[in-house]
């Protein structure tokens, strides 16, 4: 059984940073693709990064130059560098993971997620 454990989150002030992590427990030894996902108070979750096994990013328009992805692959973890936050950065974080099967396709992991509170 894969799990996704996610930590970092809390309550920051405007302009203020966070380091959100993600770490792969069980029987799992690489993932495609890893990202995260966020999902604000009546909102629909949204994709905030991504990066791919060769380090390929993407990033949403919004995040773009304050938010930095990236990962340990031995560790099979992720990260997510939040700088120069704002309220509208409020909402409930997701980490993200994928790969491929033989004969299954892709398989999708998520995390429980982690409360990323933005407020003075």
């Known amino acids: 059984q894969v799990q996704l454990v996610e930590s970092g989150g809390g309550l920051v002030q405007p302009g203020g940073s966070l380091r959100l992590s993600c770490a792969a427990s069980g029987t799992i030894f690489w993932f495609n693709a890893m990202a995260w996902y966020r999902q604000a108070p009546g909102k629909e979750r949204e994709l905030v990064a991504s990066i791919r096994s060769g380090g390929i990013t993407n990033y949403l328009d919004s995040v773009k130059g304050r938010f930095t992805i990236s990962r340990d692959n031995a560790k099979i973890a992720v990260y997510l560098q939040m700088n120069s936050l704002e309220s509208e950065d409020t909402a409930v974080y997701y980490c993200?993971?994928?790969?491929?099967?033989?004969?299954?396709?892709?398989?999708?992991?998520w995390g429980q997620g982690t409360q990323v509170t933005v407020s003075s």
């Open positions: 993200y993971a994928e790969k491929l099967v033989v004969g299954r396709g892709t398989v999708n992991y």
